[in-house]
């Protein structure tokens, strides 16, 4: 572990759970507000280095088989996890959709906790929040034309056709997982008829912004796949940074404070004083206590 032991207790105490935006909170200093506010893909990129900072290599999350329920323990390689690289918060973006441009930003920790019901509801919603354009398709607002001048088009807004929607669906998949909606398990097996209900021109348009902020975010790739040892059955889910970022926080940092305990009690030294000692003068202290 290379974290700094002030850094790890810090992080740990102020976040105190597995809330994505709490732990952003802690880890960059800024109020919960503001880290609810980062886009969802800056938001996983740097808890994702936070956590490479903490232990590296390869950690294990925990999905159960869609065929059979049995509990799989999935290896995640850290060091090939894409970063998804920093976006200021509040930055907007902008799509052509059949020669009309339509502004769109990422979605955020903020809008994900405001998600219920179903998988077509939650997305709808997500679209009003991020493409407010589509919400009143008859003309842009004055504010939404002003920040279409104030923001130059994305380059990453060209790649939008050869994408594909999996991003928008792994937020709302994410916003799922993170127990946003109560009847999630429900919604998802509504999810796929309400996609064939939606042949309008309007879906068509929800499709294009969504590739656009997949474009955007590439946070697609934040997904495993495991084949279950039991009954062959293969299970994607989107992996949550959170959770594994808080599990190795939590037990570095109760570590950390057993090593406290066990120098202080035996040479009185203070927390301050245990954390100067390098980890291998701290280690060879700790031996010799036994
Ligand atoms: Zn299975």
Known sequence: MSAHPGWVLGAWEGAAGADAAALLASLTGVSLEAAAAVDVGSRDGALIEALRDLRGGVVRTVLSCVGCGETLQVPVDLGALPVSPWRAPGAWFSVEVSGRPVVFRLPTSADLQALHGSVADARRALLSLCAPDLAAPVAGSAASAATRAAEAPDPAA?????????????????????????????????????????????????????????????????????????????????????????????????????????????????????????????????????
């Open 158 to 290: 060209a790649t939008a056709e050869t994408a594909t929607a999996e991003g928008v669906k792994a937020m709302v998949d994410t916003a799922m997982a993170e127990g946003v909606a109560a009847d999630g398990a429900k919604a998802a097996a509504e999810g796929a008829t309400a996609e064939g209900a939606e042949a309008s021109a309007d879906a068509e348009v929800a499709d294009a912004v969504e590739r656009a902020m997949e474009a955007v975010a590439e946070s697609s790739a934040l997904t495993v796949v495991a084949r279950c040892g039991e009954c062959g059955a293969h299970t994607e889910a989107v992996i949550d940074v959170a959770v594994l970022l808080w599990a190795e926080l939590r037990v570095a940092a109760l570590r950390l404070l057993e090593d406290v305990h066990v120098l202080a009690a035996a040479y009185g030294w203070t927390e301050p004083e245990i954390f100067a000692l390098s980890p291998a003068r701290r280690a060879a202290y700790l031996e010799l206590i036994g």
